[in-house]
C-alpha cells in the first residue's frame, strides 16, 4: 500500500480491552492499522488529535426515527446522532404504521421498505420490525426479513400494541429457529392500568410526581421475568429493552442462568436520573417505564458491572414540548431526546462519578451493542473494522443546552446539566460527519445496514 487515505494521531486509542498512545490509519473508509504511526504508510491527510481519546463510534441500538412517537425525520435524528458521537444506530419500524394512521393490514416488509425509501441518513442505520399484530401472516413474514439482513424484532407487552404472552412464545420459537433476536418491552399491562386509575384518584394525584406509581417497578419486574421465561423456554435471543429498577434486573438475573440467551440493557436516563426529576421537569421527563429511585440507579450500575446489563442505549424519542406539556401526566406522550448527548452524560456518570474504565464505557456502548445486533465491523477500533471514531475530549467542561438540538425536539431533560467530557470529531467510514457539534457532511452519508444473524456464544 504506497499511501493511505487518513491517520488519525497525537491521541490516547481507546477499545473495549485496552488505552494506550497511537495511531488510527485509515483508508477506504476502513480502519487498516492502530498502533505505532511509523509503521504505516504516509497518509494523504494526517489529523493531529491534541492528545484526546479516539473511541469506537457509539453504536445505539435503540432509538425512534421517523414514525410513530417520533418527530425526528432520518436527517435530524441521525444529525443529533453524529453530533453525539452515535455512528450506528437501529430504530424501529412498526407494523401497520404508515404515514400517521395504522393500517390493520400492514406488514413486517412494509414497514422496513418505508424507512429505506427515500431516507437520507448521515449515520449508518438499521432497523427492528414491531410486531403489532398476531397473525399467523406475521410469523410467516421472518424467515424472509432474517434473509434481508434484518435479525432483530420488537414486541410490547402493555399499552395499545401489546400482544399476548402466548404469541410472544410463540415469536421466540420462530426466532430461535432463524437465529434472530427478539426484543421486548416488559411492563404487565392490567398492573399498570389499575394502577394508573388508582394514582389517579388519590389526593395530589394529579402531580407528575406520582406518575411513577402508576407505572410501578414490580409491574416491569412481573412483565420482565415472565418475558425471559419464554425466551429460555425456546431457546431463543432475548435482548430485554430500558430494564429501569433493581426489581427489573433480578428477575432477568434469576432467568439468564449461564447469560448466553438473555441479554439486556439500561439507558443513559435511568443512570443519570432518579424521580425527582418529576418534581423539576413535570411531564418533559415521562418515559415508559418511568425514573426510578437512587437505589435503582445504584442497582443498575452493579449490574452493568456483573454483565446482567451488558449494554446503555438512548430510546431516543424525539416530541415538542406541546406534546409533553398543557395537561395531566397521563395525557403526556411517552419519550424524552437524549441521541446528541448520551455519550457525554453516560461518561460523567459512569467514569467520573462511578469510576467505570474506559474500556468498560467502549464495552457498553460501543462493541457489545455491534456484537449483540450483527454488526461485526462495527464498534471496535482494529485492522478490518469500519473507520467509525470519536474524537473525546474527557476534561472539557460544558453546560448543556436544547439551543444546540439537532434534534427537532425543542428541549432537553439535561438542560443547564454541568458536564465534563466532550465529542469534539466524529467520523462515520472514514468521513468526518461532525466537528465541535456541527454537521460537516451532507445528508445520505450514512447506509442502511444489513446485519448478520449474531454469534451470542
Not at 419464554?230 to 427489573?248: F, Q
Not at 464498534?379 to 438540538?405: H, K
Amino acid at each position: 500500500m504506497a499511501r493511505i487515505d487518513t491517520v488519525l494521531t497525537g491521541g490516547t486509542v481507546v477499545t473495549a480491552d485496552a488505552t494506550f498512545e497511537g495511531a488510527v490509519g485509515i483508508d477506504d473508509g476502513t480502519i487498516v492499522g492502530v498502533g505505532d504511526e511509523r509503521a504505516f504508510p504516509a497518509a494523504t491527510e494526517r489529523i493531529d488529535v491534541d492528545g484526546n481519546l479516539v473511541l469506537p463510534g457509539v453504536v445505539d441500538p435503540h432509538t425512534h426515527l421517523a414514525g410513530y412517537n417520533s418527530i425526528d425525520s432520518y436527517e435530524t435524528g441521525t444529525a443529533a446522532a453524529a453530533a453525539g458521537g452515535v455512528t450506528s444506530l437501529l430504530t424501529f419500524a412498526w407494523q401497520g404504521w404508515n404515514d400517521g394512521e395504522w393500517d390493520d393490514e400492514g406488514t413486517l416488509a412494509g414497514a422496513v421498505e418505508r424507512h429505506r425509501r427515500g431516507a437520507e441518513p448521515l449515520v449508518d442505520c438499521g432497523v427492528h420490525p414491531v410486531i403489532t399484530r398476531e397473525s399467523p401472516a406475521t410469523l410467516e413474514e421472518l424467515p424472509a426479513l432474517v434473509d434481508d439482513g434484518v435479525t432483530s424484532f420488537k414486541m410490547f407487552t402493555t399499552d395499545d400494541i401489546r400482544l399476548s404472552n402466548g404469541f410472544i412464545g410463540e415469536v421466540f420459537r420462530r426466532l430461535a429457529d432463524l437465529g434472530a433476536v427478539g426484543m421486548v418491552h416488559t411492563e404487565d399491562y392490567t398492573v399498570c392500568e389499575r394502577r394508573t386509575d388508582a394514582v389517579k384518584a388519590e389526593p395530589g394525584g394529579e402531580s407528575t410526581a406520582a406518575y411513577p406509581r402508576s407505572r410501578p417497578d414490580y409491574a416491569e419486574a412481573m412483565s420482565a421475568g415472565s418475558v425471559a421465561r419464554l425466551a429460555a423456554a425456546a431457546d431463543a435471543k432475548y435482548y430485554a429493552v430500558h430494564t429501569t429498577s433493581e426489581a427489573a434486573a433480578d428477575a432477568l438475573a434469576a432467568v439468564r442462568t449461564d447469560g448466553s440467551n438473555v441479554r439486556a440493557e439500561t439507558c443513559t436516563h435511568y443512570t443519570a436520573l432518579t424521580d425527582d426529576a418529576y418534581e423539576r421537569l413535570g411531564n418533559r421527563a415521562i418515559m415508559s417505564p418511568p425514573l426510578r429511585t437512587p437505589r435503582d440507579v445504584d442497582a443498575l450500575f452493579d449490574r452493568l458491572r456483573d454483565g446482567t446489563l451488558s449494554v446503555v442505549s438512548t430510546d431516543h424519542v424525539p416530541l415538542p414540548r406541546e406534546r409533553k406539556e398543557g395537561g395531566p401526566w397521563w395525557e403526556s406522550a411517552f419519550g424524552i431526546n437524549s441521541l446528541q448527548t448520551s455519550l457525554p452524560v453516560f461518561h460523567d456518570v459512569a467514569i467520573n462519578e462511578r469510576g467505570f474504565s474506559y474500556p468498560a464505557l467502549v464495552r457498553l456502548v460501543c462493541r457489545t451493542p455491534a456484537r449483540t445486533f450483527g454488526l461485526p465491523r462495527k464498534g471496535r477500533i482494529e485492522p478490518g473494522a469500519d473507520a467509525d471514531l470519536v474524537v473525546f475530549d474527557p476534561d472539557e467542561t460544558y453546560t448543556i443546552t436544547a439551543e444546540r438540538n439537532h434534534s427537532n425536539a425543542d428541549y432537553s431533560v439535561y438542560e443547564g446539566r454541568t458536564v465534563t467530557g466532550r465529542v469534539k470529531r466524529t467520523f462515520v467510514r472514514g468521513t468526518l460527519v461532525a466537528d465541535d457539534g456541527d454537521i460537516v457532511a451532507e445528508p445520505g452519508h450514512g447506509e442502511f445496514l444489513a446485519r448478520d444473524v449474531p454469534d451470542w456464544g
